[in-house]
């Protein structure tokens, strides 16, 4: 060896310390220094070199064979399983060792290969992101425990992965937001043609777009008018300036196009068949499918009647509320000026695009004559200060005088929404009215759409993706007469027949040349600017299950895309049978039993107890601070009525939009409607039209006090509708939410919620037997104060509330509520499969879920939580209040408001008996031991709203800010007090007969 690589050898020894051992010395070229001591979080391990008795400490980090402590063999032995350890299991103690001396060796030990002793341990799984399906709240974690989920929402991903923006204390967002139509013109119109002639017409119109490249007529061929007359008066005379409306329509679109004026005039969008008849039913006015009144009756149909009756006898109260309240929403009602409402009637309500703001960008000279200052009404135009005043607005115009076939869904909106799939679809759900807490001039220059504030919530999948309305729902699913008067039975489109199943494709059709079939699909799809260049012969298209071809949807390669009729975009539609089924698909019943939107709807918006209040003169100074989204309810508000208006509000059937407002008739009684509680997240379950479990949605609970009769007590009470075959008008309908997730609903949100299967919120008060609830309401016209608006079945007897079609759809069963409870083996097997496939280890160290040990140990500690109560609204204070409170509560109140002594006797009557059972544990109890129906009797004596407060009560925080303080009281004496509160609880409308035997209830129709 060289003298050189002596120096060198000699030199890299004295570099290195000595007592080092191999695996040290491995750690420090991984540049991972070894810690002290007193830093390892493991036991030292004493290692023994072979040639050498120094000891080094040397980490063990893994060692084999591995201890018996905490070890699933010593688990096993000592009988404790893993699912006894709630969340994590607290790190291992080690005992303590006294420190060991470490030795200085001079030479460096000669180093010997060993084998390692090391076991090799998994990789720990990647954790995947938490989504809405494992929470009761899928928006929880966003909001936490505020009502309010625009206080807290900052820029981020929501649980779903959604992302989204911070709106917080900003109106501007939803400003834009309200605006935004999420389309493009080039995409809905196509090519724009503008004519500059200088000729009849046009020399006003200068400008104007071509309305179709299928329609180069003369403007006189479909609006009428003197195309040759010199002045403006002369050349408007018999001008019809929408020849689209169905009051025009067969003299102009109709010479063309009688076919499809004929399929619009059948359609639930002319007729309103299903709206009226509904509701009407629900009035007892009539009974279900018995009698159909029409807006557009066929008059080869004997069924069929105009709406609203000629004949005096057959009027009802409920006609007025039709024609002031629900009947703007059809084909000739005609719109309110406000933002999110401006359309036109006829054909042109679907062809014709607006915008939510009604502004134009047309070309036309003469209708840009019409706007003087458009910037300024731009900037206001979404305030609430201009959209109450909806009736006198100027009209709005639409985009452009272009018909397309490319229809956005902002302009289906323009109909559906009012808590509706076209606000689902959205993510944005109406509040209700309530009094508004800030002044008038802050409040005046909040952002309305559809007249509404709204809360903003997770949109529907596909409105995300970018598609609309018209990429599922064809012509065929709108126009032309329904098979029954049920709602949206028209409605061919389902979840299978884009996704499939897991046995079964799409179907499809092949696009021949020579085929007639393809001619006419071809001709089409030519008339969409955006499918003109996709779908060609020769192409694979998709079928739905009634067999109507879905020319925008075709197969590529081996997949089936979609392109959006309003967009262009490509999508690619994922089809279940090329997924591995996740466990929950893997349930037959499931597939075969569950409508998707069961499972995969996110929220829906219901509106629960629809309290109306009729007034011939009311006093516009108790509403004046209400937030309604009724457009003349807003208008009476404002006081800019007509002087022969007062107390009265607009017949929408005879509205007619003008350049400066709407005009019309008006019928006598103005109608508040308040909602008791409007909520997104209590789904109800029932089962549809189809035979299949789906969400069952409040269409309403109707609950009516009538004010216009003369010499009328003050303290009368709202009245609780009776349909003809004897069923109490609270009516919930089948429901399809627009708010489809990849992310599906938790199976305990079904099989471990009161509130799902129907028996109403664990929380609150409820009924356990359906008879004696019959026996009040068919006898005495009232509910009991223990029934809640989200219970539709008791435990015991006939169902509480009324499902519509009455034939055709129900509620759960007791069998079927039974089953849900049932936490049986393979349920538990199931849960499991689907926490491990969303790799939730946590939760599956649970015994149940979402509740740990702990949580379940202070339940059993402290008790159930507090029953409380639903919400009434108090006509004579105007606010809401809890019901079921004790008289003794009521009296000790008074006492206080009239400054009597507490030491003045109770006169004897005013004592209640005292309740000595306890209140019932909630769950699911198929065979409850229910109390003595006497004793319910003595404490359920109470009607559904009151027109006094009736506790002395926490103030609910969402009207606490805004509720107006009461009057003071009027002093009464004691006596005169005590009368008043026993008529206030066992006051009724009308007396009946003495209550039924168990025999004669059993023969009630009540009973399904």
């Not at 703007?328 to 695009?353: E, K």
């Not at 004897?908 to 031991?929: A, I, R």
Request: with cysteine.
């Amino acid at each position: 060896m060289s003298l050189i690589k002596k120096f060198w050898l000699v030199f890299l020894l004295a570099s290195f310390p000595l007592g080092i051992t191999a695996s040290s010395l491995y750690g420090q070229m991984e540049n991972n220094p070894q810690p002290p001591e007193e830093a390892l979080p493991f036991n030292p391990v004493p290692e023994v070199q072979p040639y050498d008795d120094t000891i080094i400490l040397q980490p063990e980090l893994f060692q084999w064979p591995p201890s018996m402590e905490n070890s699933e063999l010593s688990l096993e032995k000592e009988d404790i399983s893993e699912s006894t350890f709630v969340e994590e299991a607290p790190p291992p103690t080690y005992p303590k060792e006294e420190p060991l001396e470490e030795k200085v060796v001079e030479d460096l030990p000669t180093y010997s290969p060993q084998e390692k002793r090391m076991v090799e341990v998994p990789p720990v799984p990647e954790k995947a992101f938490d989504d809405a399906g494992d929470f009761r709240d899928p928006f929880f974690l966003i909001r936490g425990f505020q009502e309010n989920s625009a206080k807290v929402l900052q820029p981020g991903v929501t649980v779903d992965g959604l992302r989204f923006f911070s709106y917080a204390n900003s109106d501007k967002f939803i400003e834009k937001f309200y605006r935004n139509s999420n389309f493009s013109l080039d995409k809905v119109f196509g090519k724009v043609t503008q004519i500059d002639s200088r000729q009849g017409c046009l020399r006003c119109h200068t400008g104007i777009e071509e309305i179709s490249a299928n329609h180069k007529f003369r403007c006189t061929k479909c609006h009428a008018g003197n195309r040759r007359a010199k002045s403006l008066s002369s050349a408007h005379k018999g001008m019809v300036s929408n020849p689209s409306d169905l009051e025009h329509v067969d003299k102009f679109c109709g010479k063309c196009h009688a076919d499809q004026i004929e399929k619009v005039g059948r359609s639930a969008m002319a007729t309103a068949k299903g709206m009226i008849n509904i509701t009407r039913y629900a009035w007892g006015a009539q009974p279900y499918g018995e009698i159909n009144y029409s807006l557009r009756p066929n008059p080869e149909d004997k069924t069929e009647a105009l709406f609203p009756p000629t004949d005096k006898n057959k009027k009802h109260p409920v006609d007025a509320f039709l024609q002031t309240k629900c009947l703007r929403c059809h084909l000739q009602g005609q719109a309110p000026h406000r933002p999110g409402d401006y359309r036109a009637t006829g054909c042109a309500a679907c062809h014709m695009i607006y915008g939510n703001d009604g502004l134009t960008m047309t070309r036309d000279r003469a209708i840009q004559s019409k706007k003087q200052n458009p910037f300024q009404e731009n900037k206001t135009i979404f305030q609430r200060g201009n959209a109450s005043r909806s009736l006198t607005n100027k009209r709005g115009y639409p985009l452009m005088h272009k018909f397309t076939l490319a229809i956005p869904s902002v302009q289906c909106e323009h109909c559906h929404n009012d808590n509706g799939i076209g606000n689902e679809f959205e993510g944005l759900l109406r509040k209700p009215a309530r009094p508004n807490a800030s002044s008038s001039k802050v409040d005046a220059e909040k952002p309305l759409l559809y007249g509404s504030e709204h809360e903003f919530l997770t949109p529907d999948i596909h409105r995300e993706r970018g598609m609309h309305c018209i990429d599922c729902h064809g012509s065929a699913d709108i126009k032309g007469a329904p098979p029954s008067s049920a709602l949206h039975s028209k409605v061919e489109i389902r979840c299978e027949d884009c996704h499939g199943t897991h046995s079964k494709e799409p179907g499809e059709f092949l696009l021949v040349q020579a085929d007639p079939n393809t001619k006419k699909v071809l001709k089409t799809v030519n008339k969409n600017p955006n499918l003109r260049k996709k779908i060609r012969a020769g192409n694979i298209i998709m079928v739905n299950s009634r067999g109507t071809k879905m020319p925008h949807i075709k197969r590529d390669k081996n997949q089936w895309v979609l392109y959006s009729k309003v967009t262009g975009k490509k999508h690619v539609i994922p089809v279940l049978k090329n997924i591995e089924p996740p466990p929950a698909h893997q349930i037959p019943k499931h597939m075969a039993s569950l409508e998707c939107h069961t499972c995969h709807a996110r929220w829906s918006a219901s509106d629960w107890g629809m309290h109306l209040i009729r007034e011939t003169s009311p006093d516009l100074e108790k509403w004046q601070n209400w937030s309604f989204s009724d457009p003349t309810l807003q208008q009476l508000l404002s006081r800019e009525i007509p002087e022969d208006a007062s107390g009265k509000m607009l017949d929408w059937l005879t509205a007619k939009s003008t350049s400066e407002g709407i005009e019309g008739e008006w019928i006598d009684g103005v109608w508040w409607d308040i909602f008791t509680e409007t909520s997104w997240k209590d789904m109800i379950l029932g089962k549809n039209a189809r035979g299949k479990y789906s969400i069952m949605k409040p269409r309403y609970q109707y609950f009516i006090t009538d004010r216009t009769e003369e010499n009328q007590p003050s303290g009368k009470r709202a009245e609780i509708l009776k349909t003809v075959d004897g069923k109490p008008s609270l009516i919930l309908v089948p429901h399809t939410p627009h708010t489809i997730r990849k992310s599906v609903r938790s199976c305990e949100s079904c099989h471990d919620s009161m509130l799902a299967v129907g028996l109403g919120d664990s929380l609150k008060r409820s009924v356990a037997d359906g008879k004696l609830f019959a026996r009040e309401f068919k006898t005495k016209n009232r509910l009991l104060p223990r029934f809640q608006l989200k219970q539709v079945i008791a435990k015991k007897g006939p169902n509480l509330q009324t499902a519509v079609p009455p034939k055709e759809t129900r509620f759960l069963n007791k069998q079927e509520v039974a089953a849900l409870a049932n936490k049986s083996d393979v349920y538990r097997a199931f849960r499991y499969l689907n926490l491990r496939r969303l790799r939730y280890p946590r939760l599956l160290a649970r015994n149940s879920f979402p509740y740990d040990l702990r949580h379940k140990a202070n339940e059993k500690k402290y008790g159930l939580p507090a029953l409380i109560e639903d919400l009434y609204y108090d006509f004579n204070k105007n606010q809401f209040f809890a019901s079921g409170t004790s008289l003794e509560d009521i009296l000790e109140k008074r006492l206080k408001e009239v400054e009597i002594p507490q030491e003045a006797e109770v006169p004897p009557e005013l004592e209640m008996p005292q309740e000595t059972e306890e209140q019932p544990q909630p769950g699911f109890d198929t065979q409850p031991e229910f109390r003595d129906e006497r004793q319910d009797e003595r404490i359920e004596e109470s009607a559904p709203s009151f027109p006094e407060p009736v506790a002395e009560q926490e103030p609910d925080e969402r009207f606490s800010e805004s509720s107006e303080p009461p009057a003071p009281p009027k002093k009464q004496t004691l006596d005169e007090e005590g009368n008043a509160i026993i008529e206030f609880f066992q006051g009724i409308f009308k007396e009946g007969p003495p209550p039924p035997t168990d025999d004669e209830l059993d023969q009630q129709p009540l009973t399904e």
